[in-house]
């Protein structure tokens, strides 16, 4: 290895751990906090329950009386001589009118309670959405966690290599090193120089992630996670069926099945009242007569079909809640084994791979020894390195996939952060 590779091997890792000494510390918490503030899709979904609750409100003012003040001028032709005292060609009337449904089938109080089912599955998506963005959060934090200990696993591999080739250099000046080991040294260190730049170049395609999630600027270093534990699958079967997604399906059914009714209560008579109470009338007939009232009611006989179509395809909405509801619940369960399987997967992995990682590294320092013999040659020792690196890169992202996967089995269970 020449001198200037040697320096810019240096200058990287100084500059490396001139950023990392300058980076602001984040736990997943605070992250999930920061991007909970920031995140427009989870502000969509809460934009959605608020309009829900509007209309609730809505709802019920199509139960309550309307009260206006109603003012008419009135145009028209001269009447006949004999009647010109009682029609006159301008009239102004200024009333004060209320208005009440009195009967309707009750659908304006079924209307008002589907409102309220759709208003708690809007409610609960927001939920949902924010469990959702839990595990988004998540894994671009443990992509970057990953990523930071890739760079220092191949920095140490580069380091190791760095060593290994002015040994090599040592034994080739005595006489007891080829030229060709010492080339493929130094081959095998640029590799794992490049290697670091590679993963380099995906930090800080992770770190953007996370930026962009969370809104923060700063260079941010997130914190080591602690390695879960597994757990039985059926808790978390139990409350998947219900997380907010599903009884949100649910709330949607339930709002079907009340637009159902109120689709076919059409047929029902409906009856109202309106009264007026008049500040002002200029026709001399009516100038004693202050109030009146009116009570009307309506039948509907024959709508061209109309009723019927619209109570089709109600039915058929709910229908497709019915399915909806069904789809939710097996996704939700679907969610959750398939999670819990992968942690499960991933511990053993990280058991089998912290045996592998220490046989590994045994096996490098005796390899180096037996070189120092003659007993084995510098591919052997070089091998050895790799595998030391290959398993400890691949423990880390065990290890992250394992954090990863209980997240995944929180938010399956709709219990998003509790592993924070």
């Given at each position: 290895?020449n ?31 920061a ?5 427009e ?8 329950y608020?309009?829900a609750l ?11 009386p ?12 001269p009447?006949?001589s004999?009647?010109?005292?009682f ?13 009440q449904?009195?009967f309707s089938?009750f659908r304006?109080?079924?209307?008002v ?8 599955s809007a ?6 959405a924010?469990?959702l963005?839990y ?9 970057l966690?990953?990523s930071?200990q890739?760079?220092?696993a191949?920095e140490?591999?580069?380091k190791l290599?760095?060593?290994?080739v ?15 080991e010492v080339?493929?040294?130094r081959?095998q260190?640029?590799?794992?120089e490049?290697?670091v730049?590679?993963?380099r ?11 962009f999630?969370?809104?923060?600027s700063?260079?941010?270093e997130?914190?080591?996670?602690t ?17 907010p997604d599903?009884e ?8 079907s ?16 009242f ?18 009146d009232?009116?009570?009307?009611g309506?039948l ?6 109309q009723?019927s ?20 619940l ?8 398939s999670a ?5 997967s ?27 013999h ?11 390195l ?6 400890r890169l ?8 394992a954090?990863l ?7 399956a ?8």
């Amino acid at each position: 290895m020449n001198i200037l590779s040697m320096r810019r091997v240096l200058l990287l890792a100084l500059a490396a751990a001139a950023t990392r000494a300058q980076a602001r510390p984040i736990a997943l918490g605070e992250a999930y906090a920061a991007a909970l503030k920031r995140s427009e899709e989870v502000a969509e979904k809460g934009e959605t329950y608020a309009q829900a609750l509007a209309q609730i409100d809505e709802f019920w003012a199509a139960v309550k009386p309307h009260l206006s003040l109603n003012a008419t001028q009135l145009w028209q032709a001269p009447a006949p001589s004999a009647f010109a005292a009682f029609e006159p060609t301008s009239q102004q009337t200024v009333a004060l009118n209320v208005t009440q449904p009195l009967f309707s089938g009750f659908r304006e109080f079924l209307a008002v309670r589907q409102s309220q089912a759709q208003g708690e599955s809007a409610e609960l998506q927001f939920e949902r959405a924010k469990q959702l963005l839990y595990q988004d959060v998540a894994s671009a934090y443990l992509n970057l966690l990953q990523s930071r200990q890739d760079i220092a696993a191949r920095e140490e591999t580069v380091k190791l290599t760095s060593d290994r080739v002015k040994e090599l250099q040592n034994f080739e000046s005595i006489g007891r090193s080829r030229t060709s080991e010492v080339l493929a040294a130094r081959a095998q260190l640029a590799q794992n120089e490049a290697d670091v730049e590679t993963s380099r170049g995906l930090d800080r395609i992770y770190l953007e992630t996370l930026q962009f999630l969370t809104g923060l600027s700063d260079e941010l270093e997130p914190g080591d996670l602690t390695l879960p534990q597994a757990e039985d699958e059926a808790p978390f079967l139990e409350r998947a069926r219900r997380r907010p997604d599903v009884e949100s399906a649910r709330r949607d059914l339930e709002a079907s099945e009340l637009f159902v009714s109120i689709q076919s209560r059409q047929r029902w008579p409906t009856i109202g009242f309106s009264g007026n109470y008049y500040l002002a009338r200029s026709n001399p007939s009516y100038q004693n007569i202050n109030w009146d009232a009116t009570v009307t009611g309506q039948l509907p006989l024959y709508w061209g079909g109309q009723i019927s179509a619209q109570t089709r395809e109600a039915e058929a909405r709910r229908r497709y809640n019915e399915q909806a509801l069904s789809l939710a619940l097996r996704q939700a369960e679907l969610d959750v084994r398939s999670a819990h399987s992968d942690l499960v997967s991933d511990l053993a992995i990280v058991k089998a791979l912290e045996n592998a990682k220490t046989l590994a590294e045994e096996n490098a320092k005796a390899q180096a020894a037996d070189y120092r013999h003659g007993l084995v040659t510098n591919i052997d020792v070089l091998a050895s390195l790799t595998t030391v690196q290959d398993t400890r890169l691949r423990l880390d992202q065990a290890r992250a996939a394992a954090v990863l996967a209980r997240a995944r089995l929180d938010v399956a269970a709709g219990d998003a952060g509790s592993a924070r």
